[in-house]
């Protein structure tokens, strides 16, 4: 079965860095875009990132631009999310997720995902 498992959050100061991971499996990985998600409290989920099935081909939030970055290794069935100059308002539960074939249908797949938070 699919699983997206998430990594690498923790507590950081602001201006500071994190490297989140998703590790998939149960799927064909490299056929796949891949998200970055996050969820603050009391607030929708936004779309943080996109990347390509290949990593030829990435998209970011406006309030990401410039700081994040989304790579994926298809070797390592693992997409990650460079997170730099964190700000406070970053602060939030990171998902990965796909949209991958599951018989005939699309499905949406979602880790469990891992909480970063930038305060001093």
């Known amino acids: 079965q699919v699983q997206l498992v998430e990594s690498g959050g923790g507590l950081v100061q602001p201006g500071g860095s994190l490297r989140l991971s998703c590790v998939a499996s149960?799927?064909?990985?490299?056929?796949?875009?891949m998200n970055w998600y996050r969820q603050a409290p009391d607030k929708e989920r936004e779309l943080v990132a996109t990347?390509?099935?290949?990593?030829?081909?990435?998209n970011y939030a406006d309030s990401v631009k410039g700081r994040f970055t989304i790579s994926r290794d298809n070797a390592k069935n693992t997409v990650y999310l460079q997170m730099n100059s964190l700000k406070a308002e970053d602060t939030a539960v990171y998902f990965c997720k796909t949209r991958a074939m599951a018989g005939l249908r699309l499905v949406d797949y979602w880790g469990q995902g891992t909480q970063v938070t930038v305060s001093p």
């Open positions: 990347i390509s099935n290949t990593g030829g081909n990435t």
């Open positions: 149960g799927f064909t990985f490299r056929l796949y875009a």
